[in-house]
């Protein structure tokens, strides 16, 4: 079982910047996939950033240039650096985790979701 502990969030206004941290916590072989996504009112949840174990980056269209996604592997931990940030980044943001548990099973999860909120 993998545990995700995430920290970060809160209120920002326009223009400014966040960072959210996700701590990857467990039993695992090895992490596969680390990534953020958000879930604003209404709407359904959507992948911010993603990054895999080469390293190799994919980001929503709405915050490329904007946002950027780091890991600490010593530390099992995924960063999200936000700046710029706009009214309609305002949302809940989850990290995700896919991690090989055994050698041939994988495991995704979810971490419990930390408020963004963008506001003057």
């Known amino acids: 079982q993998v545990q995700l502990v995430e920290s970060g969030g809160g209120l920002v206004q326009p223009g400014g910047s966040l960072r959210l941290s996700c701590a990857a916590s467990g039993y695992f072989r090895s992490i596969n996939v680390m990534g953020w996504y958000r879930q604003a009112p209404g709407k359904e949840r959507e992948l911010v950033a993603r990054?895999?174990?080469?390293?190799?980056?994919i980001y929503a269209d709405s915050v490329k240039g904007r946002f950027t996604i780091s890991t600490d592997n010593a530390k099992n931990t995924v960063y999200l650096q936000m700046g710029s940030l706009k009214p309609e980044d305002t949302a809940v943001y989850y990290c995700n985790v896919v991690a090989r548990v055994r050698l041939w099973l994988e495991n995704e999860s979810w971490g419990q979701g930390t408020q963004v909120t963008v506001s003057s």
């Open positions: 990054i895999d174990s080469g390293s190799s980056t």
